[in-house]
């Protein structure tokens, strides 16, 4: 039995699934983020099971056969379940695996169980961050174990509509621009621009030249021969056609340059239109909504992931995106004297774009069909019971899960590990947002999933090839 904090009573499945229906409702809904109108949010996405319990069986299987790109064996017992694991904290901390996570992610992926990995991490390929689990991990075979599986904070936007990503251009502020350029082109955008562009293109923006030879070096020319300097009157309408308009801001993981980053969102916040260098008239209009900040078609600002602090091997937690937004806010109530709130949307947990992006992905699994298998054909939908998410942040894994609740009526379940970001203190000693459980590891926490599920499971098992 895995030593666990079960915060609730363990309930059967369909009053447990009751209780949580209600309590969902009862829940005061916070705002996950402030949002621009619904139409907004479109434009940029384009879109009683059966019970098992079957006792699993302790059978060692051909771990070295398995792994090494066959397809698993399919355990009847978890053919409707799935896990969504957390990374950092979960399943590595700074460069260190977590002990028994890779003996974990074998295991499952051998009884044939669906996962995806889901991280507010980002600023890079998700190849890259499988590449690096690997590593931690100590994993040999990361291909079959791990790619294909990993969601971060900025993925869901691959499902963007394409029209979007042909005909727009973007701002992306990154910890790594470059990288980030490449990644959103893979993505399908057309046009993209960083503000390391707009400082090489027109150096008045920031008059501040201390790290325009290190950080801003990188730099491309302006999409389609677009100008950063072809607004000289910020009042006047006469748009010269190579004026840069930027449809759409991307705040993908902490920006290092917060300075500069802040200076030009604020810009395309005020602006006419996001015409770069004007500034709408609009601004401070008592009688319209918002006192008509943020109402003259200014580009919507996308930010990738809402977290404040993430885990690092330093005993304090460390700054992350969602401390950008707070500074970035911050500055927004100055500029606009309070008058508006910072209109934006929020994606990476505990957002439902990205718990509902996931989803579709454990509906539509199919990383371990062959790639030459997989070209053409038309991904089949496997029907989801109950998805475990093991995480180790409250505000952001437990939060999203506990208030996802999808429309094909899967339950997602939470499960809160004591390796991350949580420790209980003396002023806080519960997490803010509840889960369904809290546990001491991911092993804990699959064995702990595992169980509820009815199987007579252990660590030892679940650890064991
Ligand atoms: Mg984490």
Redesign the pocket.
């Known amino acids: 039995m895995v030593h666990g904090q079960v915060l609730g009573a363990r309930l059967a499945p369909c009053c447990r699934s009751l209780a949580r229906a209600g309590a969902l409702r009862s829940r005061a809904a916070a705002p996950v983020a402030s949002t621009l109108p619904k139409a907004a949010r479109h434009r940029a996405f384009g879109s009683t099971p059966r019970r098992f319990r079957e006792r699993v069986s302790s059978r060692e299987d051909d771990s070295t056969t398995a792994v090494n790109g066959a397809e698993p064996e399919l355990n009847p017992a978890f053919a409707d379940i799935a896990f969504a694991f ?1 990374i ?3 399943l590595y901390k700074g460069q260190e695996g977590i002990p028994g996570a890779r003996e974990m992610l074998q295991k499952i992926r051998r009884q044939g169980l669906r996962y995806v990995f889901l991280t507010n991490g980002g600023g890079a390929h998700e190849n890259a961050k499988v590449a690096s689990l690997a590593k931690r991990l100590g994993l040999e075979n990361p291909e079959v174990v791990l790619k294909d599986r990993v969601i971060q904070s900025h993925t869901p936007m691959r499902s963007w509509d394409q029209d979007i990503k042909e005909k727009g251009t973007v701002l992306v502020t990154a910890s790594q621009p470059e990288r980030a350029r490449q990644l959103a082109r893979e993505y399908g955008f057309k046009r993209v621009v960083t503000p390391a562009d707009l400082l090489a293109a027109n150096g008045h923006i920031y008059p501040f030249a201390h790290l325009r030879d290190s950080l801003h070096k990188e730099f491309s020319p302006l999409p389609d021969g677009k100008s950063a300097a072809a607004i000289t009157d910020p009042y006047s309408r006469d748009i010269p056609s190579d004026a840069l308009q930027i449809d759409q801001i991307l705040v993908w993981n902490d920006p290092r340059d917060w300075s500069l980053d802040i200076q030009v969102i604020h810009d395309l916040l005020v602006s006419h239109r996001g015409y770069l260098g004007t500034i709408s008239t609009l601004n401070g209009d008592r009688s319209l909504a918002d006192h008509g900040w943020q109402q003259d078609g200014q580009p919507a600002l996308w930010i990738s992931n809402l977290d404040l602090v993430w ?1 690092t091997e330093y005993p304090v937690n460390r700054f992350g995106t969602g401390a950008f937004l707070h500074a970035l806010e911050g500055v927004w109530a100055a500029v606009t004297e309070g008058a508006a709130p910072l209109r934006y949307h929020a994606l990476g947990k505990p957002s439902r774009h990205t718990y509902a992006y996931a989803h579709e992905r454990l509906l539509h699994y199919d990383a371990d069909v062959p790639e030459a298998q997989r070209a053409g054909r038309r991904q089949k939908r496997r029907p989801l019971r109950r998805v475990y998410m093991v ?3 409250p505000e952001s ?1 437990i939060r999203g899960a506990n208030e996802f609740a999808p429309e094909d009526g899967t339950k997602w379940e939470s499960i809160l590990v004591r390796t ?2 949580f420790q209980p203190t003396r002023a806080e000693p519960e997490p803010r947002y509840k889960p369904t459980v809290i546990v001491d590891d991911v092993v804990d926490a699959v064995v702990w999933a595992l169980q509820n599920e009815g199987a007579d499971v252990s660590r030892e098992w679940l650890l064991s090839k």
Request: no cysteine; aromatic share 0%; net charge negative.
């Open positions: 957390d950092d904290g979960v885990k995480g180790d942040n894994d991350g970001v």
